[in-house]
């Protein structure tokens, strides 16, 4: 029996309205949370003790995790509807891995050792390699399946810690780790202030070899360059850069924890919570149903710019905190 016109009409309504229902659903982003009180219910669950580094880990997992098991899954190498047609929450994912790959990085090659000739921890060597795979690739390996395995290692890197049984399986906590790991946050958050920023475009001037009159560089470039974001990607920029600052908050809470010591030392516990403060002003809830691009001063408000405004103050205290850790 054929469909009249009628019915396929009401069938497509259907579908579209169920797709876009589940779009919405699939697209809601995350609360910052208390990761004092998570990796305590961790550590009963696994009936583990909360060691120096247990922390920082734990978020990391739990971090990687949402990624996976939010509602929809991971979605940026999905190849199907709804997640085909979104473009919002494949952004935000992309700036959580990245801060994500960032912290696996350090964690491999500062935070577990304790010299520069020390030996690589194998299951952080392993969890940091499966990160890095394509957060595009859906088969063959899929990116999941490789962040499921990144997630494997660092659970057993967690449980070595616990153990007096692995004394290759250790962490830091020293001041030279942690502005080490901050120095890379900086350069992250410089990045994402000026991706920001340039949603309303601005004239800029070349100043990668100032300072240095003996510097060079490959080839030549503008001494002043326009620097615009397409407004097709404004949406997207804003969405990464909110990923990345909900991952960096996170860590850094973390780090407020298994660096306690370290910050007491050097009085430096108010500045990071500063930091935190910071930070969290970019994940207020966007009210508006679209990313707003107006002009600095404009009629309409420019959301890039807002977030813009709490990633630099962040930036700018973060630096500060890197250098007072420097200090003897």
């Known amino acids: 029996m054929m469909l009249g016109k009628k019915s396929i009409l009401s069938v497509t309504v259907i579908i579209a309205f169920t797709l876009f229902a589940i779009s919405i659903w699939w697209g809601q982003m995350p609360d910052a949370y208390n990761v004092f009180e998570k990796t305590k219910q961790t550590a009963k669950q696994e009936q583990q003790t909360i060691v120096v580094g247990y922390t920082t880990v734990s978020t990391l997992i739990d971090v990687t995790e949402w990624l996976l098991e939010k509602p929809g899954g991971f979605l940026s190498n999905d190849m199907m509807p709804p997640s085909l047609m979104m473009d919002n929450m ?151 850069s909110k990923g990345a600052t909900w991952a960096i908050l996170q860590f850094l809470k973390a780090a407020e924890i298994d660096f306690a010591d370290v910050l007491k030392k050097k009085n430096a516990q108010v500045s990071l919570k500063q930091i935190i403060r910071d930070l969290e002003g970019t994940q207020e809830t966007l009210w508006s149903p679209m990313v707003l691009n107006g002009d600095g001063f404009g009629l309409l408000a420019n959301h890039s710019l807002v977030m813009a405004n709490y990633v630099s103050r962040a930036n700018a205290a973060l630096i500060d905190l890197r250098s007072l850790l420097e200090q003897g």
């Open 90 to 240: 494949p952004a935000f994912e992309y700036g959580v891995l990245e801060q994500v790959r960032d912290l696996a990085l350090v964690m491999r090659l500062d935070f577990s050792r304790s010299q520069s000739q020390s030996s690589v921890n194998k299951d952080l060597e392993k969890a940091q390699s499966k990160l890095n795979i394509s957060h595009k690739s859906w088969l063959f390996p899929s990116a999941e399946g490789e962040y499921k395995d990144a997630i494997k290692a660092l659970k057993h890197y967690r449980s070595q810690l616990v153990t007096h049984e692995a004394p290759n399986a250790q962490f830091y906590t020293r001041a030279d780790n942690l502005a080490d790991w901050l120095r890379k946050v900086e350069k992250r958050l410089g990045s994402i202030s000026q991706h920001l920023s340039a949603s309303v475009g601005q004239d800029q001037y070349d100043i990668s070899l100032a300072g240095d009159p003996s510097a060079k560089q490959s080839t030549k470039t503008a001494t002043n360059a326009q620097i615009k974001t397409d407004w097709l990607k404004i949406d997207d920029v804003f969405y990464e």
